[in-house]
């Protein structure tokens, strides 16, 4: 078994309680994909091969909780058009669902290669995949298995919106989702999602999608709270779902409720950038002790950015989130968010996925927003980006 010493860290976030805080002058080796030791480069056990990093931060591979990567085309018109004071409205997925249908598989596969590959390029190590710009049985089932050659975090959210073709009877089309499109979509999915929001479902649909969902042995998660107030977050905490998703518009009581429910807040600020909207606040959420997960939202109407750092540097600017906060939702917390604790921290066993910045601390994620500052990102102890790790 080789094993890797990655030494003359200048700067290393495990999220270990036992560390209290990020280690300075420190070293990590891993061992068949694994975190074997962390510790003081001082102190470091020999390996058989290393890599000095010269003092760069490491910190835990970004765990990207929410993410709708198998589309085609874009909407870069509508973006123009909010930015110039059209407003964002749920409508504009149908587009997208149009270019979806239309597109081959090979294409389908290849803008996600592309995103998956973006996405590595900054520091991210694990991405969940939504379906949704399907919307029938055979492009949601052939989206969720092009979902699965990139990573076993697959989402059936038939339950985005109502096609077009049945906008006047919403009803018919919750059957198909529970029924014939779950039934062709569920061996290809972990999760099932719906979007429980005015001009997508309500709550009572929402709650149909989830429990036939779970009869089928897939995991809830949910859109909610996103363009106003409602009923998603607090159904999703009564239903003891993994996470919530956008909580932007929270009550008092929906606050109360994920506290005491430990169901995860996750929260996308780059769709508030993306969308002119206002910011979820993330500071009451902690204030209040509720979990809370950042993640990207990549997808082509409400925000098309896949980059963490612009999120963990959101979190910080407009939300009331520390640096080691906002990285600590970005990592840990989306890692929560999918129930996972192989994932999100570098303590001795997890999964040896991590980025080197190109920086001397963390902060720099949040003090340095736009700059690539992800020089090398390793998943499972191997380089899949970055320009080779100097092995001796
Ligand atoms: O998470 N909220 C619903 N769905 C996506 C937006 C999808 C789109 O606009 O194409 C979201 O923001
Ligand atoms: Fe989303």
Redesign the pocket.
């Known amino acids: 078994m080789v094993s890797l010493l990655l030494t003359g860290i200048g700067e290393l976030t495990t999220h270990d309680p036992a560390h209290g805080g990020p280690l300075p002058d420190a070293a990590l080796v891993v061992e068949a994909g694994r975190v074997a030791w962390t510790g003081s480069a001082r102190s470091a056990p020999a390996a058989d091969a290393s890599s000095d990093l010269g003092g760069r931060a490491v910190v835990p591979g970004f765990v990207d909780s ?1 993410s ?1 990567l198998v589309f085609a085309g874009d909407r870069a018109e509508e973006f123009a058009a909010r930015m110039t004071g059209a407003s964002y409205s749920a409508g504009g997925i149908r587009t997208t669902v149009a270019a979806t249908r239309a597109a081959t598989d090979e294409q389908l596969a290849a803008n996600l290669a592309r995103l998956v590959a973006e996405m590595h390029r900054q520091g991210t190590t694990t991405v969940e995949v939504k379906s949704g710009y399907g919307l029938t049985v055979r492009d949601e089932a052939r989206s969720l298995a092009i979902a699965r050659q990139v990573t076993d975090e697959t989402t059936f959210l038939g339950a985005h919106v109502v096609p077009p073709e049945l906008a006047d009877d919403p009803g018919a089309y919750v059957d198909l989702v529970t029924g014939p499109m779950l039934a062709a979509c569920a061996p290809y999915a972990r999760w099932v999602d719906v979007f429980c929001e005015r001009g997508a479902f309500d709550a009572d649909q929402a709650r149909a999608v989830l429990a036939a969902g779970a009869a089928r042995g897939l995991r809830g998660r949910m ?1 909610a709270n996103q363009l106003g107030p409602g009923p998603g977050v607090r159904l999703a905490c009564e239903l003891g779902l993994a996470a919530v ?1 956008h909580c932007t518009y929270l009550s008092d009581d929906d606050v109360d409720a994920l506290a005491a429910s430990g169901t995860t807040a996750t929260l996308l600020p780059g769709v508030e950038f993306s969308t002119r909207s206002p910011y979820p606040d993330a500071r009451r959420l902690l204030d209040a002790g509720c979990y809370v997960a950042l993640a990207s ?1 990549c ?1 082509p109407g409400s925000c098309y950015t896949s980059s963490m750092p612009l999120c963990i540097a959101l979190a910080v600017r407009e939300m009331g989130m520390s640096p080691a906060e906002a990285l600590h939702a970005a990592t840990a917390g989306g890692a929560r968010a999918l129930g996972r604790d192989d994932v999100g921290h570098l303590r001795v066993g997890a999964r040896a996925d991590l980025a080197v910045l190109e920086a001397p601390s963390h902060l720099h994620l949040a003090y340095r927003p736009g700059v690539p500052l992800v020089r090398q990102t390793f998943v499972r102890g191997s380089e899949e980006h970055g320009p080779g790790t100097g092995l001796r």
Do not use: Q, V
């Open positions: 929410h709708h859109h998703d939202d997808n």
